[in-house]
């Protein structure tokens, strides 16, 4: 599958664009006004409803922060009440059901470590099918289904992680480059430089492999 590029303020807009209830941060609204712009369809995960001033595609989730009334005004309404799965992998299961394959992930700032550890969860188990960037307010968080690029202006520094099974990785044009290494939950793929542009490859498709892509490149 073709994945985006990975770059900032350059990236792509996705298919569809999730929105969930935590701080969207500048980054987050700047994404948020381009795809309203663009007219990209708009998923509220739960509480995300809040952020959005306008018509959304979906309202998904367990609905426990949305009010009754603001429910049945809405005309798109999954409600999902399995308390194994957080909002936002309700939300990827509709974008998955609905036949997207690129999606944008914003309103995920802020919150508890453990709120933070579920969404690395999330994407790192959106599947192999699926074009996954998380807009942060200091940098973006990408899957790497089979390879994903990174573009090499302003040198950028970028953290490769494995959070499912054992990958094999490589890296072309980073100031560390990786040839077919066995890639674990390590910090072997931390601080990175992309001083060209810069090819991930995850050789076995192997789940779970993860880009984070600094802002600062200092």
Not at 28 to 47: N, T, Y
Not at 66 to 95: C, G
Request: a negative charge; charged letters at 20%.
């Amino acid at each position: 599958m073709v994945v985006r590029n990975l770059a900032w303020p350059d990236l792509t807009l996705a298919e569809v664009v999730i929105v969930c209830a935590g701080q969207l941060g500048e980054t987050g609204r700047i994404r948020l006004e381009a795809a309203i712009q663009a007219k990209v369809p708009l998923i509220a995960a739960d509480g995300g409803l809040k952020h959005i001033k306008g018509p959304v595609e979906a309202l998904v989730g367990d609905l426990d922060s949305v009010t009754e009334d603001i429910v049945e005004a809405s005309m798109n309404v999954h409600y999902d009440d399995d308390s194994s799965n957080t909002d936002l992998v309700k939300a990827l299961k509709h974008v998955a059901s609905r036949g997207w394959t690129s999606v944008d992930i914003i309103g995920i700032n802020g919150g508890s470590l453990g709120h933070q550890l579920a969404i690395i969860g999330a994407i790192a188990t959106s599947g192999a099918s699926m074009d996954v960037c998380c807009v942060l307010k200091d940098g973006l968080l990408a899957n790497v289904p089979e390879y994903r690029n990174i573009s090499g202006q302003g040198q950028p520094s970028f953290s490769v992680f494995s959070f499912g099974e054992t990958s094999t990785v490589s890296l072309k044009g980073a100031k560390w480059p990786l040839e077919q290494e066995t890639l674990e939950l390590s910090t072997l793929g931390a601080r990175n430089v992309a001083v060209n542009n810069t090819k991930v490859t995850n050789h076995f498709a192997t789940p779970g492999l993860l880009i984070a892509l600094d802002f600062n490149a200092s």
